[in-house]
């Protein structure tokens, strides 16, 4: 609800600089002030029908109408060049005070449409595409920004509640849409050209952190999509906006105790529930039956989820977790995968490790090929990727982790206390945005060493359904709130990213709301 009232809000706001433009119109500068009766006024003025005014008392819907109501004021005010509409589509706040109170050479010319007729003013072919795309470009980047945005799956974190190549509709609305804080990029693109033709952003402006009120806060078991925190030491050239889009679900808040205990997951020292299709790693045995990439997929199961969710082989054969390859680009299971698991074949011909769903495992246990399921050990291997300074002050495993408190905003703790700087210091370094080093074990704020200190927001815990083969906060820490882009609601297409055509296209998972599939 409030999220619908800054949106009027700020409607009513971006009348204020037309003040001027009304006087010279003829209407009293007042109506710009007056709810409804500025809308009305500006109809007058422009040659629109009155009703139309009505449009902008509906939030969201009037940043649409706005677009047209905009270029037809320039027209109104004799400004028909392509590059007057585009300052005053993008600057109209700078733009229409200074036709209203500076310019003096600006004058009403009468309504848009039919001072266009009387001077048989007709818009070239070429300009009519212009105006449409500028239009087109515009709105599709405000809906984008504040209301809702198209999402690719690139991973298999979330198997098999959300699959690779599910794409999602995430609404801006729910948390509350971030205003724009990199404004100058490409539209449409995210960080990185098409083609990899460089950057898709320029940091010329850069604006500080700010959320319009939303209808909900993120709340435990809700599946997020936010801005990767690992990309802040990773990547720290990137804005905050334009760090990778991931998405996870929300198994802690902030307040909460998380701890991982044998594999199972504690909340407040309460026993979380495994969801529907939530997966862990398994060992499994069979009678002396060779294994083959054709008997793991007859048993429903996918060979690449035996991998971390990407893996990155360097030159001398090494594998390591990660979602990218040296250069940052996006890697999937490929021929070098199918060759280590063909290897891996080679060597346990009867044993493999696989993921499952509970109804999986129940399904496998009954099968008479199958002479025992065990739960995996856990992965050695990915120990020196636990969270930041915790992997080297604590025994903690992927497994066997915490307990963990989660940061909350205002609440303040002790950090010449070990425990807390160990826990928290890197999550005050990276996200706090307060000027913090850590040196010689002491926190120092401004270059001044603290003994306490206040966290400036709240903070969560994410982790893939498919746990095993999840890069989550068990590897990166917490994830801040300024991070939170929004809330997928469903999957509009799902389609087999290793498979072409339109045999690969999961058709029952279209239209899907991702709260069904994710129970």
């Given at each position: 609800?409030?999220?619908?009232?800054?949106?009027?809000?700020?409607?009513?706001?971006?009348?204020?600089?037309?003040?001027?433009?009304?006087?010279?119109?003829?209407?009293?500068?007042?109506?710009?002030?007056?709810?409804?009766?500025?809308?009305?006024?500006?109809?007058?003025?422009?040659?629109?029908?009155?009703?139309?005014?009505?449009?902008?008392?509906?939030?969201?819907?009037?940043?649409?109408?706005?677009?047209?109501?905009?270029?037809?004021?320039?027209?109104?005010?004799?400004?028909?060049?392509?590059?007057?509409?585009?300052?005053?589509?993008?600057?109209?706040?700078?733009?229409?005070?200074?036709?209203?109170?500076?310019?003096?050479?600006?004058?009403?010319?009468?309504?848009?449409?039919?001072?266009?007729?009387?001077?048989?003013?007709?818009?070239?072919?070429?300009?009519?595409?212009?105006?449409?795309?500028?239009?087109?470009?515009?709105?599709?980047?405000?809906?984008?920004?504040?209301?809702?945005?198209?999402?690719?799956?690139?991973?298999?974190?979330?198997?098999?509640s959300l699959l690779a190549g599910d794409f999602l509709f995430?609404?801006?609305?729910?948390?509350?849409?971030?205003?724009?804080?990199?404004?100058?990029?490409?539209?449409?693109?995210?960080?990185?050209?098409?083609?990899?033709?460089?950057?898709?952003?320029?940091?010329?402006?850069?604006?500080?952190?700010?959320?319009?009120?939303?209808?909900?806060?993120?709340?435990?078991?809700?599946?997020?999509?936010?801005?990767?925190?690992?990309?802040?030491?990773?990547?720290?050239?990137?804005?905050?906006?334009?760090?990778?889009?991931?998405?996870?679900?929300?198994?802690?808040?902030?307040?909460?105790?998380?701890?991982?205990?044998?594999?199972?997951?504690?909340?407040?020292?309460?026993?979380?529930?495994?969801?529907?299709?939530?997966?862990?790693?398994?060992?499994?045995?069979?009678?002396?039956?060779?294994?083959?990439?054709?008997?793991?997929?007859?048993?429903?199961?996918?060979?690449?989820?035996?991998?971390?969710?990407?893996?990155?082989?360097?030159?001398?054969?090494?594998?390591?977790?990660?979602?990218?390859?040296?250069?940052?680009?996006?890697?999937?299971?490929?021929?070098?995968?199918?060759?280590?698991?063909?290897?891996?074949?080679?060597?346990?011909?009867?044993?493999?490790?696989?993921?499952?769903?509970?109804?999986?495992?129940?399904?496998?246990?009954?099968?008479?090929?199958?002479?025992?399921?065990?739960?995996?050990?856990?992965?050695?291997?990915?120990?020196?990727?636990?969270?930041?300074?915790?992997?080297?002050?604590?025994?903690?495993?992927?497994?066997?982790?915490?307990?963990?408190?989660?940061?909350?905003?205002?609440?303040?703790?002790?950090?010449?206390?070990?425990?807390?700087?160990?826990?928290?210091?890197?999550?005050?370094?990276?996200?706090?945005?307060?000027?913090?080093?850590?040196?010689?074990?002491?926190?120092?704020?401004?270059?001044?060493p603290v003994t306490q200190y206040t966290f400036k927001q709240?903070?969560?815990?994410?982790?893939?359904?498919?746990?095993?083969?999840?890069?989550?906060?068990?590897?990166?820490?917490?994830?801040?709130?300024?991070?939170?882009?929004?809330?997928?609601?469903?999957?509009?297409?799902?389609?087999?990213?290793?498979?072409?055509?339109?045999?690969?296209?999961?058709?029952?998972?279209?239209?899907?709301?991702?709260?069904?599939?994710?129970?």
């Amino acid at each position: 609800m409030l999220s619908l009232v800054y949106a009027y809000l700020l409607h009513y706001l971006l009348h204020i600089p037309c003040v001027g433009l009304y006087k010279k119109a003829g209407k009293n500068p007042l109506h710009a002030f007056i709810p409804l009766i500025q809308d009305m006024s500006l109809m007058e003025i422009i040659g629109r029908p009155k009703k139309q005014a009505y449009w902008g008392l509906v939030p969201y819907v009037n940043f649409l109408f706005g677009l047209t109501w905009t270029t037809d004021i320039c027209n109104s005010f004799g400004k028909r060049s392509l590059w007057q509409h585009i300052v005053a589509i993008f600057a109209g706040f700078l733009y229409f005070p200074f036709l209203g109170l500076i310019d003096k050479n600006t004058h009403y010319e009468g309504p848009s449409h039919l001072n266009d007729r009387e001077k048989n003013i007709k818009r070239s072919f070429a300009r009519e595409w212009a105006d449409a795309i500028i239009f087109a470009i515009v709105a599709a980047t405000i809906i984008r920004s504040f209301v809702i945005e198209a999402y690719k799956i690139p991973t298999t974190s979330m198997e098999g509640s959300l699959l690779a190549g599910d794409f999602l509709f995430v609404s801006k609305l729910n948390y509350g849409a971030r205003t724009p804080m990199t404004p100058v990029a490409f539209p449409f693109a995210h960080h990185t050209m098409p083609l990899g033709l460089g950057n898709a952003y320029s940091k010329v402006v850069q604006l500080a952190y700010h959320r319009l009120p939303g209808f909900e806060k993120v709340s435990r078991n809700d599946v997020v999509v936010f801005n990767y925190p690992g990309d802040a030491y990773q990547y720290p050239e990137r804005p905050l906006d334009k760090r990778e889009n991931y998405v996870k679900r929300c198994v802690a808040i902030a307040g909460d105790t998380l701890q991982v205990k044998n594999r199972e997951l504690y909340v407040n020292s309460v026993r979380v529930p495994h969801y529907k299709n939530m997966q862990l790693e398994y060992l499994v045995k069979t009678n002396g039956t060779p294994l083959t990439l054709e008997y793991i997929q007859s048993l429903g199961l996918n060979w690449y989820n035996d991998f971390p969710e990407v893996v990155y082989v360097d030159a001398n054969g090494n594998g390591y977790p990660g979602y990218s390859d040296e250069m940052g680009s996006p890697v999937a299971p490929s021929d070098i995968l199918l060759s280590q698991f063909n290897d891996f074949l080679a060597v346990n011909k009867d044993s493999l490790m696989v993921l499952l769903t509970e109804t999986q495992l129940a399904a496998l246990k009954k099968n008479p090929q199958i002479k025992s399921v065990e739960p995996a050990p856990a992965p050695s291997v990915q120990g020196a990727w636990i969270y930041s300074l915790i992997a080297q002050y604590y025994n903690w495993t992927l497994d066997d982790f915490g307990p963990l408190v989660i940061p909350a905003k205002g609440w303040t703790i002790d950090v010449t206390n070990k425990d807390n700087l160990y826990r928290y210091a890197q999550t005050i370094v990276l996200y706090e945005h307060a000027n913090a080093t850590i040196i010689d074990d002491k926190l120092l704020i401004n270059g001044q060493p603290v003994t306490q200190y206040t966290f400036k927001q709240d903070y969560y815990w994410m982790m893939g359904d498919n746990r095993h083969n999840s890069l989550d906060s068990r590897y990166w820490g917490f994830v801040p709130e300024d991070h939170i882009v929004g809330k997928p609601l469903f999957v509009w297409l799902s389609k087999d990213s290793f498979n072409p055509g339109l045999s690969s296209i999961h058709w029952n998972r279209m239209f899907r709301s991702v709260k069904s599939l994710c129970e």
